[in-house]
């Protein structure tokens, strides 16, 4: 809307008005006469007399254009002073004319053609776009504004058919039906989007003349209506999923004031919107710093932050991050974890881990690595093996790949589909074996079947077996020979279905020898016998194992090494790997550890001390060497490791006894073997 103010009352303002107030985007403020001399303004309507600038403060709304029809330049340049946006002379008698073009006579119509520079004058100091058209339909006015919003000059469109500039125009049709068209919307060709309103120029005796429209660019104002829509749809979305989301949020502006929280804060919290929002953004914390405060402070995310909160001081984990829209910090949101939730779930998840790793089979063929001929006829065997439904025995000394192989031959196998159970013979104590394997009739409900009858159609992986004592060996030989499986505490044979697969680093003969081993056990598990060499014994295999070791552990440890190099290789090959495979994936995870983030070839250097002495060659004494001083703790540690060594060495590598020698559990055995990569060096 415009503000007009037309001044010279009786020279043709009258005319205007009347054009004007057909035209609803301009607001005619008033018409008035003007005295130069009083500096004074005779309101027409109201007939009486204020000074002019007591008249345009009186107005509550500031004129936009100022007409002035007297024709007076020193009135004009008056009013000027008061600066108006826009100020037009109009002579009066093109007022007249233009009142009489509209109203009277079409001769004048002619008249006001000699009239272009006044008449445009008029028309472009409206904002809006006005063109208007004759009774043969040709543009015979068009103003500047018209020009902007059409994309046209007033040359490409006077004279022209108003279709030839606007194809479907309602002008013709307002002209036909003499009723004006009020406030339509149209999209033009040019993309624009425009509002206008046509009104028919008729005489006061109802002869038509033409017609005229006024329009408006709104394609902004449409676009941010729409952009305005397309942020509110926006925000209502991320709202419901702030709502909905099972993570707790709260939001401070960046005064730290508390402006957004969801249900799943208060769930967390026990605080409601009424004492979070529009609060300080310490009101939640019961101990602990404010994370948003730190944020807002540092423009830094905060990972991991413990805390408590609300009146129940809940232990939380807090994830803080700046809101930055811009580069402008406007706030921090925070997500908040209910620490005794993750702590269940932790807890929930390391029991799932360790079911998963007892029942997985992870490993195929595929993942064992067998260049040298005797792994590659391992391997042959193993695939017959897994084809046929024999037990099969596994011997080799540890680290040698035993538990992979017999992952590999389950799920080759057509029991694959079924359970693969893996069970340490060395790692429990009798009883708790024997009702692991075999079930206790008066357990618990879970326990009562055991990791036999648990493996049913399946496998069951007894690593170890040269640690089963006796009386076990006896009732795995059972199951074997009934294929059928007795609860402890219990008579009663019940079916089963499954594979054994055995697996030992014990000298078995040397074992039945001196009876500490079933000869009825062995030749039953016998059947099928698959021995993996030692790594010494297969040096071939070497560079394709630590190639492949790179591989896995440059996955695990988020690493790009590359190789290794030569000399590094060839100190390898001169090693004994007593911890065969094992020892040598624990060698390449400490070079990997050991390098630079930017080395990408594990080069001598890299590699830890290879010792080769044994206990009685160790000279704990020796002077020590300048580049390599033995500590305490690798001494106590080598110290631990010969002594070991000896006495399984002495015990035929039977581990219950090796235990009940040193004095220890043997569990605590196991872990100890474990720990210093020992193995058997010499195998059957
Ligand atoms: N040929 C091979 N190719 C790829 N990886 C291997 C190979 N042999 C062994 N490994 C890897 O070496 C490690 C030791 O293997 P595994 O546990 O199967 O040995 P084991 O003979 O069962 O040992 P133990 O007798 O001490 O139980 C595992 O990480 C295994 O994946």
């Known amino acids: 809307m415009q503000n007009v103010l037309i001044v010279g009352a009786g020279q043709g303002g009258t005319a205007l008005i009347r054009l004007f107030e057909q035209i609803d985007m301009i607001n005619v403020q008033a018409v008035a006469d003007i005295d130069t001399k009083a500096s004074g303004i005779l309101l027409a309507e109201q007939k009486e007399i204020k000074t002019f600038q007591s008249y345009l403060d009186a107005l509550t709304e500031p004129i936009d254009i100022i007409v002035e029809t007297t024709g007076k330049e020193d009135v004009f340049e008056d009013l000027k002073q008061h600066k108006p946006k826009q100020s037009v002379l109009i002579p009066g008698t093109v007022a007249h004319i233009i009142y009489n073009l509209l109203n009277e006579r079409e001769e004048l119509f002619n008249e006001l053609k000699n009239e272009?520079?006044?008449?445009?004058?008029?028309?472009?100091?409206?904002?809006?776009?006005?063109?208007?058209?004759?009774?043969?339909?040709?543009?015979?006015?068009?103003?500047?504004?018209a020009e902007n919003v059409l994309n046209l000059n007033k040359e490409d469109m006077l004279e022209k058919t108003i279709q030839t500039i606007i194809p479907d125009s309602h002008l013709p049709k307002v002209m036909?039906?003499?009723?004006?068209?009020?406030?339509?919307?149209?999209?033009?060709?040019?993309?624009?989007?425009?509002?206008?309103?046509?009104?028919?120029?008729?005489?006061?005796?109802?002869?038509?003349?033409?017609?005229?429209?006024?329009?408006?660019?709104?394609?902004?104002?449409?676009?941010?209506?729409?952009?305005?829509?397309?942020?509110?749809?926006?925000?209502?979305?991320?709202?419901?999923i702030i709502q909905s989301s099972e993570e707790a949020i709260s939001v401070v502006d960046e005064n730290g004031v508390g402006i957004l929280i969801n249900p799943a804060y208060t769930n967390i919290t026990g605080l409601k919107e009424n004492e979070v929002i529009g609060k300080p953004a310490t009101t939640d914390i019961s101990e602990g710093e404010s994370m948003h405060m730190q944020v807002l402070k540092t423009r830094r995310p905060v990972r991991g932050a413990r805390m408590k909160v609300g009146p129940s001081k809940r232990d939380v984990l807090v994830n803080a991050a700046p809101i930055l829209v811009d580069g402008v910090l406007k706030g921090s949101v925070a997500i908040i974890h209910d620490l005794s939730e993750i702590e269940s779930l932790?807890?929930?998840?390391?029991?799932?881990?360790?079911?998963?790793?007892?029942?997985?089979?992870?490993?195929?063929?595929d993942d064992i690595i067998a260049h040298s001929t005797e792994m590659a006829l391992t391997l042959e065997q193993a695939k017959v093996g897994a084809k046929n439904p024999v037990t099969i025995l596994l011997r080799g000394e540890s680290g040698t790949g035993k538990e992979l192989m017999a992952h590999a031959i389950h799920n080759e196998s057509n029991r694959k589909h079924y359970k693969f159970i893996r069970v340490n013979c060395a790692a429990m104590d009798e009883d708790s074996l024997e009702k692991s394997l075999f079930g206790n009739a008066y357990g618990p409900p879970e326990q009562q079947r055991g990791l036999i009858e648990e493996a049913h159609n399946g496998s069951l992986f007894l690593d170890e077996i040269g640690d089963l004592s006796l009386h076990l060996q006896a009732r795995i030989l059972y199951v074997l020979e009934n294929q059928q499986v007795v609860r402890v505490n219990s008579q009663d044979p019940l079916p089963v279905d499954v594979r054994i697969i055995a697996a030992t680093n014990v000298n078995l003969e040397r074992a039945m020898m001196e009876k500490e081993f079933r000869e009825d056990l062995f030749y039953r598990l016998n059947r099928l016998p698959i021995m993996i060499a030692p790594l010494r014994e297969r040096k071939e295999d070497l560079k394709p194992l630590i190639d492949h070791f790179i591989i896995k552990l440059n996955a695990e440890y988020g690493r790009y090494v590359d190789s290794i190099k030569p000399e590094a290789l060839e100190k390898l090959s001169s090693y004994d790997f007593p911890g065969n495979v094992?020892?040598?994936?624990?060698?390449?995870?400490?070079?990997?550890?050991?390098?630079?983030?930017?080395?990408?070839?594990?080069?001598?250097?890299?590699?830890?001390?290879?010792?080769?002495?044994?206990?009685?060659?160790?000279?704990?004494?020796?002077?020590?060497?300048?580049?390599?001083?033995?500590?305490?703790?690798?001494?106590?540690?080598?110290?631990?490791?010969?002594?070991?060594?000896?006495?399984?060495?002495?015990?035929?590598?039977?581990?219950?006894?090796?235990?009940?020698?040193?004095?220890?559990?043997?569990?605590?055995?196991?872990?100890?073997?474990?720990?210093?990569?020992l193995g058997k060096h010499v195998q059957g």
């Open 116 to 145: 272009t520079d006044s008449r445009n004058l008029l028309l472009d100091s409206i904002h809006d776009g006005m063109i208007v058209i004759g009774l043969d339909q040709t543009v015979t006015y068009v103003n500047e504004a």
């Open 176 to 240: 036909k039906t003499k009723q004006k068209e009020l406030n339509q919307s149209l999209r033009l060709h040019n993309g624009k989007q425009i509002i206008t309103t046509r009104i028919p120029l008729i005489t006061n005796s109802g002869e038509l003349l033409g017609a005229f429209a006024v329009f408006k660019d709104i394609t902004e104002v449409v676009e941010l209506a729409e952009e305005i829509t397309d942020l509110k749809n926006i925000q209502n979305m991320l709202e419901a």
């Open 346 to 365: 932790t807890s929930e998840l390391k029991k799932a881990r360790q079911i998963i790793r007892n029942l997985e089979a992870k490993y195929t063929f």
């Open 582 to 677: 094992r020892e040598l994936e624990n060698i390449i995870g400490r070079a990997i550890i050991s390098m630079g983030p930017t080395e990408t070839n594990i080069v001598e250097r890299h590699l830890p001390q290879l010792r080769k002495q044994t206990f009685h060659e160790l000279d704990l004494f020796q002077e020590p060497d300048y580049q390599e001083s033995i500590s305490l703790q690798d001494a106590l540690d080598e110290f631990e490791k010969q002594m070991i060594l000896e006495t399984l060495e002495k015990n035929n590598y039977i581990k219950s006894k090796t235990a009940k020698q040193l004095n220890i559990s043997i569990r605590n055995l196991y872990y100890k073997m474990e720990k210093h990569n």
